[in-house]
């Protein structure tokens, strides 16, 4: 690999984190209209957690990014034990958060799951289409005139 082409490579954990937040992005971008939607047709306890659970997968895939980031710079050898166990980790917070808002009773808990799952699927598939579109991790698509 030629010095041109290696400073155009983005750092190790750079790939991760331009996907989280690309990935964030898009959810921002989505995420008030689904939360207005549900809002107008089950209430606002709906659109209370459905902006509870657009919040919680962003924060997850956030968190995700940040440690296989922090992996991939620290032990590279370590990167699939920590992807999986981390996955685990997260599924568990993730679930002792739903278990808490459903004990509260302050959102309507189906939305909120609905929601919570729906969204992190279709985040993840619009990401998956944007990136095999431009055959390129986002950090990683060609600049105009770098061929």
């Known amino acids: ?16 984190s331009s996907i989280a937040v690309d990935v964030a992005k898009k959810a ?24 509870l659970a657009i919040l919680i997968v962003i924060a997850n895939l956030v968190a995700s990014a940040a ?21 685990l980790g997260r599924l568990i917070v993730i679930t002792a958060i739903g278990v808490g808002i459903k004990a509260l009773g ?16 279709l985040l993840l598939f619009w990401e998956l289409r944007s990136i095999s579109l431009s055959l390129a991790y986002p950090g990683l698509k060609p600049k105009p005139g770098n061929a």
Do not use: K
């Open 106 to 121: 302050f959102t309507d808990w189906p939305v909120f799951c609905f929601t919570l799952i729906g969204s992190y699927f």
């Open 1 to 16: 690999m030629n010095d041109h082409a290696a400073a155009a490579l983005p750092t190790i954990d750079h790939i991760e």
């Open 28 to 51: 921002l971008f989505a995420g008030p209209v689904v939360v207005l939607a549900l809002g107008i047709w089950r209430g606002p306890d709906a659109a209370l957690g459905a902006g």
């Open 67 to 87: 440690l296989l980031g922090w992996t991939a710079r620290t032990a590279p050898h370590l990167l699939t034990g920590v992807a999986l166990m981390s996955f």
